[in-house]
């Protein structure tokens, strides 16, 4: 057992900061409130003095797929011989090894989503995992939580001459994965009453079936203010779930987001202009979408954007002005909805995994330092 004992903790599960003690037993938050009682044998981490937080979270990223400071041997993010490829599990190519993956615990981002890049049309699923561990299987939050799929130039650059040349064709090849997906589905349900009209086994139909039957969004990279919509017009003919991922041009288009209602992944921000699609990158984007009453997280694309640098980008957010307290739900509880791992992680209460971040400061701030990390209550940085 572990007590982090006289922090001010901000649980961001609605009140705000507190001096308090946190009780840790198991991996999990025992207890939280003042003056604990501590238990015999009890190590005692002082925060007397320091901030308390949830672990962050970043729901957007490709690290352990795309490995640091490594060519063709450390990227497995795009599978190149297919547009449409949903069967592939991103948790198949995670190297926990990733040097990235320690970078980000020690700047107190505990779980990330990750997951196939964004070259193809339909890429394969995420899988959210914290960021330590030495197997994936044991750093798994939940294993999918997502399909991903593409609009705007990744998909055209990467398959130009290979049958997939323009926007309409990625619509296209979507609509049409889905609409094969939507009679692979009703077969298999007639074959329930019928077993001669099971169809023959299909491993892409197959993946995508929790998409069409709407228990796995799509997590549809979009930055273009029309691919925003083509993914939103896709979703409503579909009934699918959605979430949006990039939103660069997303201020453009306030309306069909708030009539859309769907998660918005935002970033990242902090680097250069490397693509005609992202000329109207700006941090006030997240602070807008925000004001909107939309449901914010800000994502580094990592390794786009070292993990490290969330915290900054959500600080950078607050500058171009969004409100402070939103910009802490962008990158603790808000990705923890966003990729439907609420039940664990995101915010500090009874019952959910002991990743706890301790810092001098506010950590939005430049010069605040992280001195403590725990992830399901292990000390890790």
Same mark, same amino acid.
């Given at each position: 057992?572990?007590? @982090? ?5 901000? $649980? ?49 990223? %490709? ?7 490594i060519g063709f041997e450390g990227n497995d993010t795009n599978e ?30 505990? $779980? ?23 197997? @994936? ?15 705007? +130039? ?14 309409? /064709?990625?619509?296209?090849?979507? #609509? ?13 349900s007639e074959a329930r009453q019928d077993p001669s009209k099971r ?6 139909? =197959?993946?995508?079936?929790?998409? @069409? ?9 979009? %930055? ?12 409503? +003919?579909? =009934? ?7 939103? $660069? ?34 941090? $006030? ?10 449901? @914010?997280?800000?994502?580094?694309? /990592? ?15 607050v500058k171009s002005g969004m409100d402070h307290t939103e910009a ?15 039940? #664990?992680?995101?915010?500090? +209460? ?32």
């Open positions: 057992m572990r007590l @982090v004992q006289n922090g001010t903790v901000t $649980t961001m599960a609605g009140e705000g900061p507190a001096i308090a003690d946190i009780l840790i037993d198991n991996g999990k938050i025992a207890a939280i409130g003042e003056h604990l009682t501590v238990p015999e044998g009890c190590e005692i981490i002082d925060a007397t003095g320091l901030q308390v937080y949830p672990g962050f979270i970043d729901c957007h990223c %490709h690290i352990g797929l795309y490995e640091d400071g190149s011989t297919d547009p449409i490829t949903p069967q592939l599990r991103g948790i198949d190519a995670i190297n926990p090894f990733d040097p990235s993956f320690k970078e980000a615990a020690a700047a107190g981002v505990t $779980t990330i989503g990750t997951g196939p890049g964004s070259a193809n049309v339909v890429g394969g699923t995420f899988a959210a995992v914290k960021t330590v561990g030495t197997c @994936v299987d044991e750093m798994v939050v939940k294993e999918a939580v997502a399909m991903k799929c593409a609009f705007g +130039e990744n998909p055209k650059r990467c398959y130009q001459g290979k049958n997939n040349n323009t926007r309409m /064709a990625t619509a296209a090849k979507l #609509r049409e994965l889905l609409f094969k997906a939507n009679e692979y589905s009703m077969k298999l169809p023959a086994f299909d491993m892409k139909l =197959d993946a995508m079936l929790p998409v @069409v039957r709407k228990q796995l969004p799509l997590k549809a990279h979009a %930055h273009r203010a029309d691919d925003i919509c083509t993914a939103i017009r896709i979703a409503k +003919e579909f =009934d699918l779930k959605l979430t949006l991922e990039h939103v $660069t041009e997303g201020q453009f288009i306030l309306p069909q987001l708030q009539a859309a209602n769907v998660p918005l992944a935002v970033g990242p921000n902090l680097h250069a202009n490397s693509k005609f699609e992202i000329r109207n990158m700006t941090f $006030t984007t997240p602070g807008v979408l925000s004001k909107a009453g939309l449901q @914010v997280s800000i994502v580094t694309d /990592a390794p786009i954007v070292p993990l490290k640098y969330l915290a900054m980008s959500a600080g950078l957010a802490l739900k962008a990158i603790t509880i808000n990705p923890a909805k966003h990729l439907g791992i609420a039940d #664990r992680v995101g915010s500090l +209460e009874v019952g959910k995994d002991a990743d706890i971040v301790i810092t001098d400061g506010d950590p939005l701030a430049m010069f605040t330092t992280v001195r403590t990390v725990l992830i399901n209550g292990e000390i890790v940085a």
